[in-house]
């Protein structure tokens, strides 16, 4: 499942808080960030 990183907003964390959390969440291979032309998505593995 691909969540837009609207989730930011949503979720209303700081860009410092959502980087954070990104990198433990992929680090411990629960999340992935993929990069395309159309954006930048978070898939929950």
């Known amino acids: 499942m691909y969540v837009?990183?609207?989730l930011?907003?949503?979720i209303g964390l700081?860009?410092?808080k959502?980087?954070?959390?990104i990198k433990g969440?992929?680090?411990?291979?629960l999340a992935a960030v993929n990069k395309t032309e159309e954006g930048l998505f978070v898939?929950?593995?």
């Open 18 to 21: 959502w980087d954070k959390t």
């Open 25 to 29: 969440l992929t680090g411990k291979d």
């Open 8 to 10: 930011i907003d949503y």
């Open 4 to 6: 837009r990183c609207l």
């Open 14 to 16: 700081s860009n410092k």
């Open 43 to 45: 898939e929950l593995v």
